[in-house]
């Protein structure tokens, strides 16, 4: 009888991985990122058909979000474990997406597999977090598979945990994997009895994990994480950290070549190291050795790495044209744009003189890049859109449209639908989630309890957010029992999220 212990090959398939939504896995930022760091890429625009493979796609929803949102893109998602390809298909078929395809299928194996043949060549393939929690056999497998299956000029994202940001962390990986193995049944109650261990010597002051800011900074970042990603983080037999050289080698193999990060700060240099430290980077022309010493100075614990199959490079008038063509949004009101940036060298600075006029723009609608530069009043400033994009994209105070203007269609109103009706709950309120839109070509990172707002709000009619009564929505959405005083500091809150997101919502096509 097969059971979990012979086929998960140590990887934890008792609970299924926690719903998610990442936007650097989405096509049109994947090749912002490049265009950013000089890279030709033939994607997306508006109207591009793009074939997108995510591996250790869990439950699939990010690759659904994709699919809802862009009905011409061909979508293929894979998971070894059925009870992720069964939810994921049963989720596809009630929205009668028909773009979509889930495979269940072993990574290890699955280039040699006839199976091999129904999966498109791929404009773009990601796989997140998987690369750190597998075996060597499943890397090779994957090697393997994207060299049989990206094509030429192909974008590869790949994100795992990184050394030597991990390395002051070890002790609470390992400490939460065999302390929890013997102290509890189940890879959650594994995890929650391993982590509490983890805690409690922490607060008696055991020097590795004390005296760690990367395990006590993780120990409260994993107190408001779900605990079936706990369990997927910490319980699984082949967690190990990677060096960037080490991945960009065995990548290497599928012909791969690295370009940069998806996280689009970590690119500028200058705001990851100090001056001494840059003057050290800047020595090396060989791009791992550069790597190595910047990961050493900046210490990230999770690399998003973008790979491309053929590397064409843009000249800087070529990709300055392109860039001056992209459309940004505005996602929160201007008198809440952070013009300090938090960085490993400091903080980043957003002169105000020259980007508070854009962000004035910005809150009237949404404009290229290209516009902006051109303001009138501008204090004189290198002529620099790569500048704009990265900085305002790369603090998440900017957003990408990939088709401006473009209307909610059945698919992505479904979706959204369906997110809200399913999980969103008194409990579940702050759970980050993403609604589909097709103007963004993805997804809208946002709470569940957003969803409930957005689509009340779209209801209305999008009208002005002074004039909804949030407080007859907080009656309908808090429990009969919530006393006076909870019930009307909801209406407040919902008036807040209103104020800080209606127009956007709107801009999108979502209300």
């Known amino acids: 009888m097969t059971t979990a212990a012979t086929w ?32 030709e890429t033939d994607l997306p625009g508006p109207a591009d058909e793009v074939s997108y493979l995510e591996l250790g796609c869990g439950q699939g929803f990010g690759a659904t979000v994709l699919a809802a949102a862009n009905p011409g893109w061909r979508i293929t998602a894979i998971d070894f474990n059925p009870a992720h390809i069964a939810a994921a298909r049963r989720g596809a078929s009630e929205l009668g997406l028909t773009n979509i395809r889930f495979l269940e299928a072993d990574l290890a ?6 199976l091999l043949a129904e999966i498109p060549a791929a404009d773009v393939a990601t796989l997140h977090g998987l690369w750190s929690w597998v075996s060597p056999a499943v890397r090779a497998g994957i090697v393997r598979l994207l060299n049989a299956r990206v094509r030429a000029g192909g974008l590869v994202h790949v994100s795992y945990n990184a050394l030597p940001g991990w390395q002051s962390a070890l002790l609470l990986q390992r400490l939460v994997r065999e302390a929890g193995r013997r102290l509890a049944h189940g890879s959650v109650e594994q995890a929650r009895a391993g982590l509490e261990l983890a805690r409690e010597l922490v607060a008696a002051e055991v020097p590795g994990l004390a005296k760690s800011e990367v ?6 970042r994993l107190e408001k994480t779900p605990p079936e990603y706990n369990a997927h983080e ?13 991945v960009a080698g065995e990548l290497a193999a599928a012909k791969l070549d690295y370009v940069g990060s998806a996280r689009l700060l970590t690119n ?6 100090t001056p001494p430290q840059r003057a050290i980077a800047a020595r090396f022309a060989d791009p791992l050795l550069r790597e190595l010493v910047v990961d ?7 690399r998003h790495d973008i790979y491309i199959r053929g590397t064409r490079r843009l000249s800087v008038g070529a990709r300055d044209t392109a860039l001056e063509a992209v459309t940004l949004a505005l996602p929160v009101p201007p008198e809440q744009i952070a013009y300090r940036v938090r960085m ?13 006029p854009m962000i004035q723009h910005l809150a009237e609608g949404p404009c290229t890049v290209g516009e902006l530069l051109a303001l ?7 002529h620099n859109p790569g500048e704009v994009v990265g900085m305002l994209v790369g603090s998440n105070q900017a957003l990408v449209l990939a088709r401006p203007g473009a209307p909610m269609n059945t698919a992505s109103r479904h979706l959204n639908a369906m997110t809200t009706r399913r999980h969103l709950r008194v409990d579940t309120m702050n759970q980050p989630s993403a609604m589909a839109s097709p103007a963004l070509a993805g997804g809208l990172p946002m709470a569940l309890a957003h969803f409930y707002l957005a689509e009340r709000f779209a209801a209305a009619g999008g009208i002005d957010a002074d004039r909804v009564d949030t407080l007859r929505w907080a009656r309908e959405f808090a429990p009969a029992e919530a006393p006076a005083e909870e019930v009307e500091a909801l209406a407040k809150q919902m008036q807040d999220v209103l104020h800080r997101h209606g127009k956007l919502w709107r801009w999108l096509g979502i209300a």
Do not use: I
Request: net charge negative.
């Open 8 to 39: 998960s090959a140590g990887y934890v398939t008792d609970t299924a991985y926690a719903r998610g939504y990442y936007p650097e896995q989405s096509p049109v930022h994947l090749a912002l990122a490049a265009l950013l760091l000089g890279v």
């Open 109 to 114: 194996t699955l280039a040699e597999d006839p």
């Open 215 to 220: 395990a006590r900074e993780t120990l409260k």
């Open 234 to 246: 910490y319980m699984n037999d082949h967690w190990s950290p990677c060096w960037h050289a080490e």
């Open 268 to 273: 500028f240099v200058d705001l990851l190291l």
């Open 296 to 302: 050493a100075c900046a210490e990230p614990t999770l």
């Open 344 to 356: 490993p060298a400091g903080q980043a600075t957003l002169s105000e003189a020259f980007y508070g």
């Open 376 to 382: 009138p009043g501008l204090p004189d400033h290198t």
